[in-house]
C-alpha cells in the first residue's frame, strides 16, 4: 500500500468513527427512559461507552496520520 494510500484510509476511518462518536454521545444525551418518557440520564451507559470508543478511534488515526508526516520533507543542507 502506497504511503498516499494509507493517510486516505486513515481520514476515512477517522471521519467515520468521529461521526460515529458523535452520533452515539448525542443518544446517550437524549437517552430517555422507556417506562416513563422522560430522560435519564442513569441509563443509556452502552452509547457513552461506543461513543468514547467512536472519539479514541478517531484521536487515533489522527495521531497516526500527523505522526508519519513528521520530518517528512526536510532537507539537511550543510553550508560553510
Known sequence: MSSKAIDILCW????????????QF???????????GQIDWQGGTSYLWLAIAGIAIACACALVFFLRHV????????TQ
Do not use: C, M
Not at 26 to 36: C, I, K, L, S, V
Not at 71 to 78: A, G, S
Open 71 to 78: 520530518n517528512k520533507d526536510e532537507e539537511i543542507h550543510i
Open 26 to 36: 448525542y443518544r446517550f444525551a437524549t437517552y430517555r427512559n422507556p417506562q416513563t
Open 12 to 23: 476515512i476511518v477517522g471521519l467515520i468513527s468521529l461521526a460515529f462518536g458523535i452520533w
